[in-house]
């Protein structure tokens, strides 16, 4: 009787226990071949980030000034796993807001299977900062990390999550923002860094002022003195604690759904 059950005790054990292992290895893999760097709350490969302060764009066929394609999610379903330490009003408040995201974009929050080996890993947080996420879908345990829970740091850190980088952060952000360096703090500068990515917007023509990623012309100032202002209009722009339309129709634009009118 032992041995007619060997070969299903074996079975079941790579099925169970080694594939899952492995696949969990060659993500860790992958997570430890690249070189990561957290630009502010976006956690993002460090060869995608462009200091303008030193770098030169002279060279447009240079490998860091190529735009990089972000992995977005599969059928737009973000599987998820909720740490223990969220209570049950925080986890209802994230499936809500998650919800309205899928709005016009066919995108969904369901929770992790078993067999599922890429998934969200959402959790609270104390660290000095209202929300972190890596960019994209990076594979594996990918954790979300939220401090400030309300509507507008958890629809942030999730657009993200789903590929979509700040505003302020495109290669193109000059034409449309004058910033101010030296009312920056050096410990924030780096979130006024450009990052190589793939943008929607960047072939539509049209810079976001009310996106949910852009910061409010006075983030990070050192000296209570404007860091950024609009080159059209010289004023400045305040923080939006919503999703714009160009929101709605990035996500559309990259996960498909109903088109916003």
Same mark, same amino acid.
């Given at each position: ?7 299903? @005790? ?25 070189? &990561? ?29 190529? @735009?990089?394609?972000?992995?977005? &999610? ?24 998650? /919800?309205?995201? $899928? ?36 594979? $594996? ?19 993200? /999550? ?18 101010? &360096? ?41 000296? $209570? ?30 996960? $498909? ?5």
């Amino acid at each position: 009787m032992k041995f007619k059950f060997r070969p299903i @005790l074996i079975f079941f054990t790579f099925v169970f226990v080694l594939r899952p292992l492995q696949a969990q290895l060659q993500t860790q893999d992958y997570l430890e071949q690249k070189d &990561w760097i957290q630009i502010g709350d976006m956690i993002v490969e460090r060869d995608w980030v462009i200091n303008p302060e030193h770098d030169s764009a002279e060279d447009e066929f240079s490998s860091q000034y190529v @735009l990089k394609k972000v992995r977005p &999610w599969i059928d737009g379903i973000l599987r998820f796993q909720f740490s223990n330490n969220l209570n049950k009003a925080e986890r209802q408040e994230f499936l809500n807001y998650c /919800a309205e995201m $899928g709005e016009f974009a066919d995108i969904q929050c369901l929770p992790k299977r078993q067999q599922d080996k890429d998934f969200l890993y959402i959790e609270k947080t104390n660290e000095n900062i209202c929300g972190s996420s890596y960019l994209g879908r990076v594979g $594996g345990k990918q954790p979300l990390k939220i401090r400030c829970w309300r509507r507008r740091t958890i629809q942030h850190e999730l657009m993200h /999550a789903l590929g979509v980088s700040h505003e302020h952060n495109r290669m193109d952000r000059d034409d449309y923002i004058t910033i101010i &360096w030296e009312n920056l703090d050096d410990k924030i500068r780096s979130q006024y860094y450009k990052i190589s990515v793939d943008q929607v917007a960047l072939y539509l023509n049209y810079y976001d002022f009310d996106s949910i990623l852009h910061y409010d012309s006075y983030s990070g100032s050192k000296n $209570g003195q404007i860091v950024f202002y609009r080159k059209d209009s010289k004023k400045p722009v305040k923080q939006s604690n919503s999703m714009s339309f160009g929101d709605h129709y990035t996500l559309y634009a990259l996960y $498909g759904g109903t088109r916003p009118e």
